[in-house]
């Protein structure tokens, strides 16, 4: 998906009806009666060949107090904060209302990206109301009719160069990853720049002190803290230079347990953050030392790994732990007992409050980085690959034994090889286990999520298993012997 679009409006102006049908599907209930969307949904759009996030909001109203509508409001204005792209529907036929001059000023100041759509636009009733658009000062109108699917080539029109814009924005924030790398590749590990900065995301669960942290780093207060949690709602990137690196680090909303996430904006928030964990190279999953390895802080391990990102463990508050050696002793025998694959990444103390530990984290994240990028000479791999299998020989399932021909290393960013052997599908998973866990010794690559794979190489016999091959001569001789003789031919070719 490319960018976001967020459908707002009045009450009853078509929103619903119109994302009904980018998405395909009636995920949203449509009716006459106006107010009947309250919460935002989210879905996967498609309009021609362009493939984006639609998001169905609220009707805007103006209520700013805390009742419903009021509550509507805000997460509609929310959405719209967040959205790449604004679109803006009014009734064609009923014509523009104060509302609607109202909540165009506010899109104005919210949004850059605005696109104006008049609804219910079909046929000359609506002429006049279309007209009317231009006065909201939001450009020229796209006549839409949701409801028969008119003015969705005009909305792509629209669309495009937009979408081009924000591909070529993620392609410039996306970490390169997945590097395809040989023997013969003189470049190094890429070296972090101005213009390409080493990506951090700070995560963790609400109120773990990211805030605090980033602004320890920083050397000023630039995001807002308290003691109360969740107040960083959207992931926020600040640039720096960290001793002479450039970074962008990224701070995230708090991510709790699904089930305790009952609010649509904290659900954005907590999707902004996972977005944030994939533009990253390297992830520092902050712990509460109160509350360390609480199953949500597991799950966003897991993810950063499953992302294949660098991972970095920082526990935080260590100011405020009275036995501190037997804290350490203990997180330590969790981290090796809870998150067996990330086995040997950097498990950090720190205090965000009085910047203790920051030097030794920082150090932490380059060496995670510099390991995220590292590469191994297909010589060294093959001598390493002949110790292991003599030291611990591959098993024979139903008496096949599996053979280990060679091993090359394909991609980085994260490490990934390839082993070439006989019978891959029949290779046990303790064995692959045994061979990372060999790769991360032998070769310095603690904590580093590594990719290994085992394909087969093709026979080189074309005639094997396959008569259609056989010379038509020899066909044809086969075919008038008796069978008898078949079999003792085939036995001795």
Known sequence: MSFTLAIVGRPNVGKSTLFNRLVGKKLALVDDQPGVTRDLREGPARLGD???TVIDTAGLEEATDESLQGRMR????????????CLFMYDARTGIMPADEVFADILRKK???VILAANKSEGKAADAGVIEGFNLGLGEPIRLSAEHGEGLSEMYDVLMPLSDAFEERAAADAPETDVDVDDDDEDGPRIPTKAKPLQIAVVGRPNAGKST????ILGEDRLLTGPEAGITRDAISVQME??????RIFDTAGMRKRAKVQEKLEKLSVSDGLRAVKFAEVVVVLLDVEIPFEQQDLRIADLAEREGRAVVLAV?????????????????????????????APLITVSAK??????????AIMRAHEVWNRRVTTAQLNRWLMGMTEAHPPPAPGGRRIKMRYATQVKTRPPGFVVMCSHPDMLPESYSRYLVNGLRLDFDMPGTPIRLHFRSQADKNPYKNNTKSTPSRLRKHLGKA????????RGNS
Do not use: C, H, S, Y
């Open 50 to 52: 362009l493939r984006f």
């Open 74 to 85: 805000r997460l509609t204005e929310r959405a719209v904060e967040m959205a790449d792209v």
């Open 242 to 247: 960290w001793d002479d690196v450039p970074v």
């Open 213 to 216: 942290l980033i602004n320890q």
């Open 354 to 363: 009085t910047g203790r530990g920051i030097d030794r984290l920082q150090e």
């Open 111 to 113: 949004n850059a990206n």
């Open 482 to 489: 008796p069978a008898d003789q078949k079999k003792r031919f």
């Open 316 to 344: 935080n508050k260590w100011d405020v732990e009275p036995e501190k050696q037997a804290k350490l002793k203990e997180l330590k025998e969790e981290f090796t007992r809870l998150l067996p694959q990330l086995k040997g």
